[in-house]
């Protein structure tokens, strides 16, 4: 595979892109040694980065259309986006690529996105301080940081390409202003001792309660109408055993957060453990018990949360 797509980059970009792609490809082995990321994986979705870089727009235009990619006014407006999404498109096809956290790393490398995962972010800052790069104020700063807080260099990295797409007129995509926005969120959460944010947690929690088998778990987001939670997580276990397994997953989950505040209930005898912590509040009930305190209709004024696409 890694043969097949060197030879296509050879044939396929100028000399200075190919030498840019293999200076991706190293960083991005680095950084994943580094943050503990499959490194063939980082290889891969490095090297077929920029794999239409030097196609025009009017082809890139005609592949997507062939492909069936849809492409927005933004991106149809500023020609440096297309290749990304139509590169990845064009690679998840033409090499067979089915690992679709490759194909999505090729697809963000220039604008960014919310909840970037950690190959998303390699393939991302590699891209931008990769050996061959031509030297800006602060790549320096930007290199070392990438191998010490990689949410703060990739926030930094978005903060100059933002600067430079507005110093040029053009529109900021809103895949950047979301990935902004959402690293931007994590800092201020960092920098009051949370090590995830609100949503990160909720994520995590409701994925762990769902892979230890929790039955019928339910969130209600509480934000709006009282400062008991941001949210309240419900689920029923099978037995107290399966309960105390559960209290024990989300204790586990968001071990990180050492700073959230923490507070347990009911582990020992009670048919209702509640792990609070401060934004979100878990209940974990077991035999009749749920029924009995019926949360979800005493909280009925909260938002129901579809918990579905936290388990996608
Ligand atoms: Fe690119
Ligand atoms: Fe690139």
């Known amino acids: 595979m890694r043969d097949k797509i060197i030879e296509f980059l050879k044939e396929n970009l100028i000399e200075s892109r190919f030498t840019h ?8 082995m680095r950084l994943a040694e580094h943050y503990g990321v499959d490194i063939n994986r980082a290889e891969l979705a490095a090297l077929m980065h ?8 009017q082809e890139l235009i005609s592949i997507a259309q062939e492909l069936g990619v849809k492409l927005d006014e933004i991106q149809l407006s500023n020609g440096k986006l297309l290749h990304a999404p139509v590169g990845a498109a064009f690679a998840k096809e ?10 999505d790393a ?45 949410d703060k260099a990739v926030l930094s990295a978005l903060e100059t ?14 895949d950047t202003i979301a990935a902004l926005n959402w690293l931007k969120d994590k800092e201020k959460e960092k920098e ?5 944010t609100t949503q990160e947690a909720l994520k995590v929690s409701i994925k762990a309660l769902d892979d230890k088998k929790a039955k019928d778990i339910q ?13 309240f997580v419900i689920c029923t276990a099978t037995s107290s055993t399966h309960a105390k397994t559960l209290a024990d997953e989300i204790e586990d989950t968001l071990e990180g957060d050492t700073d959230r505040i923490f507070h347990k209930e009911g582990y020992r005898d009670t048919a209702w453990i509640l792990l609070d912590y401060g934004d979100i509040v878990f209940h974990i ?7 009995f305190y019926n949360l979800e209709h005493l909280w009925a004024d909260g938002e129901k949360v579809d918990v579905s696409k936290f388990l996608a």
């Open 219 to 231: 969130a209600i987001k509480l934000a709006d109408i009282t400062s008991v939670a941001d949210y």
């Open 192 to 196: 009051r001792g949370y090590y995830m």
């Open 285 to 291: 009930f077991y035999g009749e018990s749920r029924d």
């Open 94 to 103: 033409y090499f067979n690529i089915e690992d679709s956290e490759i194909i």
């Open 161 to 174: 390409s933002a600067e430079y797409v507005e110093s040029k007129g053009s529109i900021l995509h809103p």
């Open 21 to 28: 792609t293999m200076g991706v490809c190293g960083e991005s």
């Open 106 to 150: 090729v697809v963000y490398h220039t604008t960014g996105k919310a909840d970037m995962t950690l190959l998303e972010k390699i393939i991302y800052l590699a891209d931008y301080i990769e050996p061959n790069r031509q030297e800006f104020d602060g790549l320096s700063t930007l290199r070392d940081l990438a191998y010490t807080d990689i």
């Open 50 to 57: 920029d794999c239409l870089k030097n196609k025009t727009d």
